[in-house]
Structure formats: structure tokens, C-alpha cells
């Protein structure tokens, strides 16, 4: 209730009072004016006792997945809260490139209203949409704390803020590659790196000078009856076969620049075909190999790619990158090559094409995907 709106209902039961000479209604209007000034300290008292807190501060999420915001609300004060409310800020990371305008209309905005009980200590559920890929901001305002008559309102807590990872769904490119394409093998420096294969033990011997402190079987050493003697692993080498994939991040020079870059809207439409694309070559090609040498240039750090999981790693390591603003490097080498143009390619072989936004539909269509179960 408005204060306006509750003292004109005072000065008109203190008028009636007056002019019927009603001792019970000037009661009644000495007791509207006590309740009047009690409900800002009763106010000011929830505001003190009241607390909320996210339970998670990342999340990874799918898209056409629903998912919620975990919000714990606490009342530890000895009255129950008749009224708070909750505002939470929805906005994806590239949305400060655009205009006022049209970050208005990609904001989402979500509110709660709820109550508690005396001592009550909860978990809020906040649904959320998210309609478009990369890392999305979504910030948690303070609480807003009602007296009993919504006369008083007063900030409670301190702004939160939550990161939100949305993925691609689970989609294979079926992708047929060249007889002629040969497998790579990898180098001293990626052999390192291909920690995502686990190798298999062949046979336990005793330890000899030079070998790595790592490679210490522990368990083994301290069951011999010599404390003295130390063993080490043999592993079986698991070189597999696999394929180098460059991630072209620079957006072509040509008339898809001029289309991206329209609007917000058309530059997220692009990133969603993008990393879309990207993710279902990934899954694609490691239905045709055993593992992926993936790189990106700049500060990216290349990687092994085994499984959906380590695929999922990419596209988040590449989220942060434009998240951070660092520039897309188009510069690179590659068995295979996908870039912002939608393609992928082996040398001049465009192996897997994606329609851009605009000619096959509001989010494109992707060419031969089906899609498979995480």
C-alpha cells in the first residue's frame, strides 16, 4: 500500500472522529497512526535478518534444457516476512556491442515474489530461458523486504552474479572424409598433451635410475618384502589415430560480415551457427578417429579431444576468448579447417556446410546431423 494513499485513510477517519465525536474512531485513528510509524523499525528488522545466496556461481547447461536458479532465502528473525521480492538480470556476453536499444530487447528480466516463515531456511527454484549460445550473465539484485503493509520497502543482501555456460545439444555432422586424407600422428610436444587417453598398464619391473618419481607404483613397492625395492609401470603405448581441426575465430571479409554484423540479434543468430556447427563437426569426427589435435590461435590453448566432454572444453576455452575481447585469429594450419564462414574444409574440399542465418530458417540447418544421446 501506498504511505499516500494509507494517510488520506487517516486524516479521513480522524475527520469522521471529529465531526461524530467518536471516541472509538479517534482510536481507531490514534491506532492507524502507531501502526503507521511501526512498520519502518519491522521493516528495517527484516532487512537485518534476512539472507540470500546463490548456491552455485557456474553453471553448464544444453540448449532446449530447462534449468533453474538456485536461490537459498534464510529468515532468521523471530517474525515471519509477509512479502519480499527478487529481480534477476538475464544478458549474454556479447550483448554490450549493441545499441541501448536492442540490448532492451535482448535483456530478460525475471521476478519472485514469496513470504517465510519465522526461522524458515529455503531454496528457491528461478526458472530461466536462455535462447542463444555462450556464456550468459545473469545477475541477482538485492532483495527487496515489505513491512506488513507494504507501506516501507528496503534493500536487503548485496547484488549476486551468475555465469551460465550454454551449450549446443548433442548432434553428430556426418561427415565422410577424403580415402586420401592421411592420419596424424602426433608430435613430442602434443604426445604430452594426449593426457585424455588413458594408457594401459602391461607389466610392473623393478625401479632403475632415471626412471620418473611418477611412474612409482606404490601400492606394489610397499607389498614386496623388500621395503628397499621400488617398482614402476610399463604402459602400453596408445598412439590411436587422429586428426588435426584448426578453428578459424575471424569472420570473412566478404558480404557474411555485412549480414553478421546487421544487428545484435544477426550477430548471436551467427555465434549460435557457429559454435553449433563447431560442436557437431567435433562430436562428427570423433566418430571417424579416435582423437582431434584441436587449435585456435592467440592465447587458446590447444588441446586433445577424445570424448564430448573434452569437446564441451572447447567451446567454453572459446567463449572466454571472445568474452575477454581478445581478437580472432584466422591464421593457422590444419588437417581441417572450420570457420566463422560456416564450412569445413580440407584444403579447398568444403567437407560440411552450414546454411547461415536467414536462408534455411530463423537458426539455419545444419546439413547430414543426427542426433545422439550424451
Not at 534464510?74 to 521480492?85: A, C, Q, V
Not at 625395492?229 to 603405448?237: I, K
Not at 566418430?287 to 588441446?303: E, N
Amino acid at each position: 500500500m501506498n504511505r499516500f494513499f494509507y494517510l488520506i485513510i487517516v486524516l479521513l477517519t480522524w475527520y469522521v472522529a471529529g465531526m461524530y465525536r467518536s471516541m472509538t474512531i479517534l482510536v481507531l485513528t490514534l491506532a492507524e497512526l502507531f501502526l503507521f510509524f511501526l512498520m519502518f523499525p519491522i521493516c528495517l528488522y527484516f532487512r537485518r535478518h534476512v539472507r540470500l545466496s546463490l548456491l552455485e556461481t557456474a553453471a553448464f547447461i544444453h540448449t532446449g534444457e530447462k534449468h533453474v536458479i538456485r536461490l537459498r532465502a534464510e529468515n532468521r528473525g523471530s517474525l515471519p516476512i509477509s512479502r519480499f521480492l527478487v529481480k534477476a538480470d538475464f544478458l549474454p556476453h556479447g550483448a554490450n556491442q549493441g545499441s541501448p536499444f536492442e540490448i532492451r530487447l535482448i535483456r530478460q528480466h525475471l521476478t519472485y515474489i514469496g513470504s517465510m516463515d519465522i526461522r524458515e531456511d529455503r531454496t528457491l527454484l528461478l526458472p530461466m530461458f536462455l535462447p542463444h549460445l555462450g556464456i550468459w550473465n545473469i545477475t541477482i539484485y538485492p532483495a527487496f523486504v515489505y513491512d506488513y503493509f507494504s507501506l516501507y520497502r528496503l534493500k536487503a543482501g548485496e547484488r549476486q552474479t551468475l555465469r551460465v555456460y550454454v551449450l549446443p545439444d548433442n548432434r553428430e555432422a556426418d561427415i565422410s572424409l577424403p580415402p586420401e586424407m592421411p592420419r596424424e600422428e602426433l608430435s613430442d610436444e602434443n604426445r604430452s598433451k594426449k593426457s585424455a587417453l588413458p594408457p594401459d598398464i602391461r607389466d610392473f619391473r623393478e625401479y632403475a635410475p632415471g626412471d620418473s618419481i611418477r611412474r612409482i607404483h606404490w601400492p606394489m613397492s610397499v607389498r614386496t618384502a623388500d621395503l628397499d625395492q621400488l617398482y614402476v609401470r610399463e604402459y602400453e603405448e596408445n598412439a590411436g589415430s587422429g586428426l588435426s581441426l584448426y578453428i578459424n575465430r575471424r569472420v570473412p571479409e566478404d558480404d557474411t560480415a555485412a549480414r553478421r554484423n546487421k544487428s545484435l540479434r544477426k550477430r548471436l543468430l551467427w555465434d549460435d551457427e557457429f559454435y553449433a556447427g563447431l560442436f557437431s563437426v567435433l562430436l562428427g569426427l570423433l566418430t571417424v578417429r579416435d582423437y582431434l589435435f584441436v587449435s585456435a590461435g592467440g592465447s587458446f590453448r590447444s588441446r586433445i579431444v577424445t570424448d564430448r566432454e573434452e569437446a564441451e572444453r572447447v567451446l567454453t576455452d572459446l567463449y572466454e576468448l571472445e568474452e575477454a575481447g581478445e581478437a580472432p585469429q584466422g591464421d593457422g594450419s590444419g588437417q581441417l579447417v572450420f570457420g566463422r564462414d560456416l564450412c569445413l574444409r580440407a584444403g579447398d574440399l568444403v567437407l560440411y556446410r552450414i546454411d547461415p542465418p536467414g536462408k534455411a530458417g530463423k537458426t539455419g540447418r545444419k546439413q547430414n546431423a543426427r542426433k545422439t544421446n550424451p
